[in-house]
């Protein structure tokens, strides 16, 4: 089955980095765009990246530009989400989710969870 | 950035009763770029109906989507015990994607 794995969630404090790594099998990493969409417990869904498949292209939600950075490694099937100087609202579960071919969000992981707090 | 509105913000509804969830776009969505997730609790969102109307692989029959411009409504014709999440909407015409705030349905 198509899959996609998020792991280095974590504890950081304020003004901190944290790395997100997802791993995707089972598909074509490399012919597919993909994002991060993130969610505060109880809360709802808000985009938060997305890159093109060869990485050439990134985007950012205002509230995260400058500060996070989206990148993949197409050889190695994983997509990253680099989060510098960290803040509380960044507290939340970050999904990987892949673009389809028809531009909709198709498959989610299950997601990792990002705790900003000192 | 297009703002959706979904509603109503709960809906409690006994199983076997028909559902409907209504998506409201700030402006038009262009291309019908409008999709539904289900997310139940401690889970991922699920992908239920693409570009308005288009039912994702694997989903029930019970689901559709219709809609066009800047109203847009998911039905679940009969529901079931599982149905009970929440449900929402999202554009995918502009940047940056949005969401709407949610739709939580209740089986009774």
């Known amino acids: 089955d198509v899959q996609l794995v998020e792991s280095g969630g974590g504890l950081a404090q304020p003004g901190g980095s944290l790395t997100l790594y997802c791993a995707a099998s089972e598909f074509s990493f490399k012919n597919y765009w993909m994002h991060w969409v993130r969610q505060v417990p109880g809360k709802g869904l808000v985009w938060v990246s997305r890159i093109n498949s060869d990485g050439s292209s990134t985007t950012y939600a205002d509230s995260v530009k400058g500060r996070f950075t989206i990148s993949r490694d197409n050889a190695q099937n994983t997509l990253y989400l680099r989060m510098n100087t960290l803040r509380v609202e960044d507290t939340a579960v970050y999904y990987c989710?892949?673009?389809?071919?028809?531009?909709?969000?198709?498959?989610w992981g299950k997601g990792t969870t990002v705790t900003v707090s000192s | 950035e297009i703002v959706l509105t979904q509603s109503p913000g709960t809906l409690s509804l006994s199983p076997g009763e028909r559902a409907t969830l209504s998506c409201r776009a700030s402006?038009?969505?262009?291309?019908?770029?409008l999709a539904w997730y289900q997310q139940k609790p401690g889970q991922a969102p699920r992908l239920l109906i693409y570009g308005a109307s288009s039912t994702a692989t694997g989903i029930p029959e019970r689901f559709s989507g219709s809609g066009s411009g800047t109203d847009f409504t998911l039905t679940i014709s009969r529901l079931e015990p599982e149905d009970s999440a929440v449900y929402y909407c999202?554009?995918?015409?502009?940047?940056?994607?949005?969401f709407g705030q949610g739709t939580k349905v209740e089986i009774k």
């Open positions: 402006q038009s969505v262009g291309r019908n770029y």
């Open positions: 989710v892949r673009e389809a071919w028809g531009n909709h969000m198709d498959v």
């Open positions: 999202q554009q995918y015409d502009l940047s940056p994607r949005t």
